[in-house]
């Protein structure tokens, strides 16, 4: 290739690169900010004290930052809630926003209320809304409700006039090592929140603790104000003598659009712990604490020998069974035993942790006859009647028959085969025919790249500069987009809830990742769907029926096992969240 035609590659090059900054950097249309509407509306202008009133401030006009409008004082009203919604277009080259700010009002007096002007500033120019009267009658106050066999008891007196609050405490201040006592938290929540709030629940330094579900939500007031209280227990059960300290509990509560995020904090609770009285201790007790009943079983109890059978020792009841120790295994002449092994299945039944340890030893017969594994025995420490207690399982008795003799292995001379040596090293054969490498310039693959690739690169920063300018005009196009890898994220955290053990926080990010991703295909508000709304408007879109109800059956198990008085399994959970990421799949297939 001659000077001439290199220096003209790179020369058309350089151009194609100057043709890609210039188009990348090419600046978006100005946005005007003109014809911008400001108004309030309600859902209703009669209600009563035990009823809400829906305000909604609405902003329409060419605008690209929305501002938070400002309130009017809400001296008949609680704002109990709030959202935001908002809807963009880009026409002939101008932006037009349509903003909603939604609050749930509480009346707090009878008679007629106004709610006053609210107000927003964009771009130095003020806008007001009209007042509004609403006519308030008295209503009956809302009644608690509590969970099964739980009571709402009385809000503390730090609580008043606080729109959140947590507490912490334990039933017993006094217990013995080894015992049970329930740790409770707290959530006094005056106001909605945007997403689900974190808990972080203490060290546990000094106990060994279980996470009960379900938890109990109750309504309570102080301050004239109604609370919904949200309450986590958890099993702890003392592993040091002494007094014991428990830290503080933190819940982080997220941000919204019109309050920051803040992180909360309980007070420490102290725990005496009390050891176990040496008075009537057996002399066979290793440490379990609880009320308990013992079994054994063998399988087969017909067997031959160096045929083996399976020992099971099961303890069940109520109490830290996770942490019952391994039995005296029995020695039983004219058998041999391997290692043994273990397993626990944990419950809670109205908050009081039990369930069952299982042990299983293998033995395997050397001598035939009659044989019989002696009884095993538990001893105990019951917390309730401060006593010592033991119980036993039966002997068993397992017939043994003779073996069979065993096949002898097949006899004979065998010979080893030994390599002495690689004695022969083959050269690679030479081709048929020598060939010259030399090749012309116009055949090599730069040439052609130096003219092809800066093409390419134009064409792709077109493209992409295409693909830009109707993500940032068409939000409805961009929420499409953006749905799946949303719907991904969610997903992704509602599997670290359930490997966390965060039943609320899995529920609530499973049920917004199925919410949220329909939302984003139809363009609409995710607050703003119900069960009714999603079947009609997904409907509406074609989808098939069977599909519709699958969505609206999935999202209703989402939310009544969030709420539901016995939690689900594991297993039940994770079968749900596949159920559901299985179904942002398929409609993820569809035409929208």
Same mark, same amino acid.
């Given at each position: 290739?001659?000077?001439?035609?290199?220096?003209?590659?790179?020369?058309?090059?350089?151009?194609?690169?100057?043709?890609?900054?210039?188009?990348?950097?090419?600046?978006?249309?100005?946005?005007?900010?003109?014809?911008?509407?400001?108004?309030?509306?309600?859902?209703?202008?009669?209600?009563?004290?035990?009823?809400?009133?829906?305000?909604?401030?609405?902003?329409?006009?060419?605008?690209?930052?929305?501002?938070?409008?400002?309130?009017?004082?809400?001296?008949?009203?609680?704002?109990?809630?709030?959202?935001?919604?908002?809807?963009?277009?880009?026409?002939?080259?101008?932006?037009?926003?349509?903003?909603?700010?939604?609050?749930?009002?509480?009346?707090? !007096?009878?008679?007629?209320?106004?709610?006053?002007?609210?107000?927003?500033?964009?771009?130095?120019?003020?806008?007001?809304?009209?007042?509004?009267?609403?006519?308030?009658?008295?209503?009956?106050?809302?009644?608690?409700?509590?969970?099964?066999?739980?009571?709402?008891?009385?809000?503390?007196?730090?609580?008043?006039?606080?729109?959140?609050?947590?507490?912490? %405490?334990?039933?017993?201040?006094?217990?013995?090592?080894?015992?049970?006592?329930?740790?409770?938290?707290?959530?006094?929540?005056?106001? %909605?929140?945007?997403?689900?709030?974190?808990?972080?629940?203490?060290?546990?330094?000094?106990?060994?603790? %279980?996470?009960?579900?379900?938890?109990?939500?109750?309504?309570?007031?102080?301050?004239?104000?109604?609370?919904?209280?949200?309450?986590?227990?958890?099993?702890?059960?003392?592993?040091?003598?002494?007094?014991?300290?428990?830290?503080?509990?933190?819940?982080?509560?997220?941000?919204?659009?019109?309050?920051?995020?803040?992180?909360?904090?309980?007070?420490?609770?102290?725990?005496?712990?009390?050891?176990?009285?040496?008075?009537?201790?057996?002399?066979?007790?290793?440490?379990?604490?609880?009320?308990?009943?013992?079994?054994?079983?063998?399988?087969?109890?017909?067997?031959?020998?160096?045929?083996?059978?399976?020992?099971?020792?099961?303890?069940?009841?109520?109490?830290?069974?996770?942490?019952?120790?391994?039995?005296?295994?029995?020695?039983?002449?004219?058998?041999?035993?391997?290692?043994?092994?273990?397993?626990?299945?944990?419950?809670?039944?109205?908050?009081?942790?039990?369930? !069952?340890?299982?042990?299983?030893?293998?033995?395997?017969?050397?001598?035939?006859?009659?044989?019989?594994?002696?009884?095993?025995?538990?001893?105990?420490?019951?917390?309730?009647?401060?006593?010592?207690?033991?119980?036993?399982?039966?002997?068993?008795?397992?017939?043994?028959?003779?073996?069979?003799?065993?096949?002898?292995?097949?006899?004979?001379?065998?010979?080893?085969?030994?390599?002495?040596?690689?004695?022969?090293?083959?050269?690679?054969?030479?081709?048929?025919?020598?060939?010259?490498?030399?090749?012309?310039?116009?055949?090599?693959?730069?040439?052609?790249?130096?003219?092809?690739?800066?093409?390419?690169?134009?064409?792709?920063?077109?493209?992409?500069?295409?693909?830009?300018?109707?993500?940032?005009?068409?939000?409805?196009?961009?929420?499409?987009?953006?749905?799946?890898?949303?719907?991904?994220?969610?997903?992704?955290? !509602?599997?670290?809830?359930?490997? !966390?053990?965060?039943?609320?926080?899995?529920?609530?990010?499973?049920?917004?990742?199925?919410?949220?991703?329909?939302?984003?295909?139809?363009?609409?508000?995710?607050?703003?769907?119900?069960?009714?709304?999603?079947?009609?408007?997904?409907?509406?879109?074609?989808?098939?029926?069977?599909?519709?109800?699958?969505?609206?059956?999935?999202?209703?198990?989402?939310?009544?096992?969030?709420?539901?008085?016995?939690?689900?399994?594991?297993?039940?959970?994770?079968?749900?969240?596949?159920?559901?990421?299985?179904?942002?799949?398929?409609?993820?297939?569809?035409?929208?």
């Amino acid at each position: 290739m001659t000077a001439y035609s290199i220096s003209y590659v790179r020369i058309k090059f350089l151009c194609a690169l100057c043709v890609l900054a210039a188009l990348l950097n090419t600046p978006a249309n100005a946005l005007a900010q003109d014809n911008i509407t400001f108004t309030a509306s309600v859902d209703r202008t009669i209600v009563s004290t035990d009823g809400y009133v829906q305000l909604t401030l609405a902003l329409q006009g060419q605008v690209n930052n929305v501002p938070a409008p400002e309130l009017p004082p809400m001296d008949g009203f609680y704002v109990v809630g709030s959202s935001r919604s908002q809807q963009f277009s880009f026409v002939n080259g101008a932006l037009s926003a349509s903003v909603n700010f939604v609050y749930r009002l509480q009346p707090l !007096a009878v008679g007629q209320q106004t709610i006053g002007p609210a107000r927003v500033t964009i771009n130095g120019q003020t806008y007001e809304t009209q007042p509004i009267t609403i006519e308030v009658t008295d209503g009956a106050a809302p009644a608690p409700t509590t969970a099964p066999g739980q009571t709402g008891g009385d809000a503390p007196p730090e609580l008043a006039g606080q729109a959140f609050y947590v507490e912490a %405490e334990v039933d017993k201040p006094v217990a013995y090592l080894g015992e049970q006592v329930t740790y409770t938290f707290r959530f006094y929540q005056a106001q %909605e929140l945007m997403d689900s709030p974190r808990y972080g629940a203490p060290q546990w330094t000094g106990f060994w603790a %279980e996470r009960m579900e379900p938890q109990n939500q109750y309504l309570t007031s102080a301050g004239g104000v109604n609370y919904r209280v949200t309450e986590l227990n958890t099993a702890i059960f003392p592993v040091v003598t002494g007094e014991q300290t428990i830290n503080p509990a933190t819940l982080e509560i997220p941000g919204g659009f019109f309050q920051s995020g803040q992180t909360l904090q309980t007070q420490p609770v102290t725990v005496q712990v009390q050891p176990l009285p040496t008075t009537g201790q057996p002399a066979d007790f290793n440490g379990a604490v609880g009320q308990y009943t013992v079994r054994a079983a063998a399988e087969p109890l017909e067997t031959r020998v160096n045929e083996p059978i399976n020992l099971y020792f099961e303890v069940s009841g109520t109490g830290n069974v996770s942490a019952v120790p391994e039995p005296a295994w029995p020695q039983v002449p004219g058998m041999r035993a391997y290692d043994a092994s273990s397993t626990s299945n944990t419950t809670s039944h109205n908050y009081i942790i039990g369930g !069952a340890k299982r042990f299983e030893r293998l033995y395997v017969p050397e001598q035939p006859g009659e044989h019989t594994i002696p009884s095993f025995t538990l001893s105990y420490f019951d917390p309730i009647s401060q006593t010592y207690r033991t119980v036993s399982t039966e002997p068993i008795a397992v017939a043994v028959a003779p073996g069979a003799a065993g096949p002898v292995a097949p006899g004979g001379n065998s010979q080893d085969v030994t390599l002495l040596g690689s004695d022969i090293r083959h050269i690679k054969a030479a081709p048929p025919e020598l060939e010259d490498e030399s090749q012309w310039v116009i055949r090599s693959a730069g040439f052609w790249a130096a003219w092809v690739l800066p093409l390419l690169a134009v064409v792709g920063a077109f493209v992409i500069q295409l693909q830009r300018h109707r993500l940032q005009g068409d939000p409805a196009y961009a929420r499409r987009r953006r749905a799946r890898k949303q719907a991904d994220r969610r997903l992704k955290a !509602a599997r670290q809830a359930l490997d !966390a053990g965060n039943s609320d926080g899995f529920y609530g990010e499973l049920t917004r990742a199925l919410i949220a991703y329909i939302a984003d295909k139809l363009n609409v508000p995710a607050a703003g769907l119900t069960f009714d709304g999603l079947r009609e408007r997904l409907a509406g879109r074609e989808i098939p029926a069977d599909l519709v109800e699958q969505v609206s059956d999935a999202w209703q198990e989402s939310e009544q096992s969030r709420f539901a008085p016995v939690g689900a399994s594991r297993e039940a959970q994770q079968a749900l969240l596949e159920r559901i990421a299985g179904l942002i799949v398929m409609l993820e297939g569809l035409k929208w």
